[in-house]
T-cell receptor
Framework: GQNIDQPTEMTATEGAIVQINCTYQ??????LFWYQQHAGEAPTFLSY????GLEEKGRFSSFLSRSKGYSYLLLKELQMKDSASYLC???????????????FGRGTQLTVWP | SQTIHQWPATLVQPVGSPLSLECTVE??????LYWYRQAAGRGLQLLFY??????ISSEVPQNLSASRPQDRQFILSSKKLLLSDSGFYLC????????????FGPGTRLLVL
């Protein structure tokens, strides 16, 4: 089976930096995605890593180590609006003509305090 | 630009009643389409995916079914709803072009009573 693990909850204060970790064990690997999901809304795409290293996008960065089955999402200069659930998802290739699919972790609920 | 629509936004249905949720995508051709369910406090569960018209793959056996009558239309159905069918239903699309990022629709919140 596929296993994606991330912490259930995290808290931080406005202006701080927070790192959300994700570990995975999957039968294949085609890339790792991070999504942000505000309460009652759909997930929105944040980042994609397929090679080892750090990808930076403004206040958000995502890191991948394929050999360790590990990724993290780094959020800098936290704002109240960053309070949301952050979903880690691994793309696993399909077999034969089967489409590859995403396996999601349960999400990390981040609360940002003033 | 691409947009994805889902309706209805919210639905309250009695146990045993039928269900039809619709998803349409605009601004892209031949997308891969997906149905997910997100139960309270749980992760996203893939229910069905489709790579083309009439081509449906099921991930989890259940009392739900899916159909793709047109290239950019994906429908989730049930003949008789169960209490356990309550949840947040999300439709997503992707284009096979290397990265295959999935983009989600606004979702339908279903409550079965």
């Amino acid at each position: 089976g596929q296993n994606i693990d991330q912490p259930t909850e995290m808290t931080a204060t406005e202006g701080a930096i927070v790192q959300i970790n994700c570990t995975y064990q999957t039968s294949g690997f085609n890339g790792l995605f991070w999504y942000q999901q505000h309460a009652g809304e759909a997930p929105t795409f944040l980042s994609y890593n397929v090679l080892d290293g750090l990808e930076e996008k403004g206040r958000f960065s995502s890191f991948l180590s394929r050999s360790k089955g590990y990724s993290y999402l780094l959020l800098k200069e936290l704002q109240m609006k960053d309070s949301a659930s952050y979903l880690c998802a691994v793309s696993v290739p399909g077999r034969g003509s089967t489409l590859g699919r995403l396996y999601f972790g349960r999400g990390t609920q981040l609360t940002v305090w003033p | 630009s691409q947009t994805i629509h889902q309706w209805p936004a919210t639905l309250v249905q009695p146990v045993g009643s039928p269900l039809s949720l619709e998803c349409t995508v605009e601004g892209t051709s031949n997308p891969n389409l997906y149905w997910y369910r997100q139960a309270a406090g749980r992760g996203l569960q893939l229910l069905f995916y489709s790579v083309g018209i009439g081509q449906i793959s099921s991930e989890v056996p259940q009392n739900l079914s899916a159909s793709r009558p047109q290239d950019r239309q994906f429908i989730l159905s049930s003949k008789k709803l169960l209490l356990s069918d309550s949840g947040f239903y999300l439709c997503a699309w992707s284009v096979v072009r290397g990265q295959e990022t999935q983009y989600f629709g606004p979702g339908t919140r279903l409550l079965v009573l």
